[in-house]
């Protein structure tokens, strides 16, 4: 397998994200946590966000380029270049506040406050998502190579925004 040299941990790290191999085991580790929280288990949360970074952290990078895990990746790297505070503020309050409640819900074991809010969660991460595939096809960069600190201080210049 041929693996590019990142130029630091940071690009090592958007590397092996941009994997969709990893995507996959991530959700399902996620889905488990959420079980975990169900059954107030504190023991298996924890193991299970240590298994879900041992995923991320012995993942190769990315070989399918094409991937829409990979775009989606790469449009949330070069969003957290180019947004703005109060883009980064609202988008936290977004789903702060659906996040809370549905913890809240599932270890209270409500079941329709878990439905709603989770439904509103699941939509708003799809809208994202979406949001970040399109950002991607926009900003024009070596697909294969992923995007290098030229890439994202272009995209960054061309938007006009610098955190």
Known sequence: MNYQKAESLTGLFWQKTRNPLTFWPRVILTLLIFIAFWSQSAWWIIFLFFVEAGVLFFAPPATDYES??????????????????????????????????????????????????????????????????????????????????????????RCGWRN
Do not use: C
């Not at 949330?76 to 702060?96: A, P, Y």
């Open 68 to 157: 829409w895990v990979t775009r989606a990746t790469d449009g949330f790297r070069i969003w957290s270049v180019i947004r703005s505070v109060e883009e980064r503020n609202v988008m936290l309050l977004m789903f702060l506040f659906p996040m809370v409640a549905f913890l809240t819900a599932l270890w209270s074991h409500s079941i329709f406050w878990l439905l709603f809010f989770g439904v509103q969660l699941t939509i708003g991460k799809l809208l994202l998502i979406k949001r970040f595939q399109a950002l991607a096809k926009i900003v024009e960069y070596d697909v294969q190579v992923g995007l290098t600190e030229d890439d994202l201080q272009g995209a960054a210049s």
